[in-house]
């Protein structure tokens, strides 16, 4: 059975920072571009960031360039976040995907529904 599991949200005050880690099962997702999506309430999901499958392209959002940074290691099949400087308005709960199938090499920006799916972890920056 196939699966990311997210790890590291909570509580923060505006200022701080989170790591977040998705932990992939079940197949090797080294061949697959990874990417961080959140979702505020009320509002739609928002594919913040995405590293590619190959080599460092990485791909961020206005929202959070210069903030936030994703890796990936792919001996532990694991993807991470490292979120800084957050704010109250980065609260949301945060997806792990694989959105993409293997080997992508579109656009990073290119949001999709398919392909796998963390449960998603919640991420609340208190002011």
């Known amino acids: 059975q196939v699966q990311l599991v997210e790890s590291g949200g909570g509580l923060v005050q505006a200022g701080g920072s989170l790591r977040l880690s998705c932990a992939a099962s079940?197949?090797?997702?080294?061949?697959?571009?990874m990417a961080w999506f959140r979702q505020a309430p009320g509002k739609e999901r928002e594919l913040i960031t995405a590293i590619a499958w190959r080599g460092s392209n990485t791909y961020y959002a206005d929202s959070v360039k210069g903030r936030f940074t994703i890796s990936r290691d792919n001996a532990k099949n694991t993807v991470y976040l490292q979120m800084n400087s957050l704010k109250p308005e980065d609260t949301a709960v945060y997806y792990c995907?694989?959105?993409?199938?293997?080997?992508?090499?579109?656009?990073?920006?290119?949001?999709?529904?398919?392909?796998?799916w963390g449960q998603g972890t919640q991420v609340t920056v208190s002011s």
């Open positions: 995907a694989a959105p993409w199938g293997p080997y992508y090499s579109g656009a990073l920006y290119y949001s999709t529904d398919g392909g796998y």
């Open positions: 079940g197949r090797s997702f080294s061949t697959y571009a």
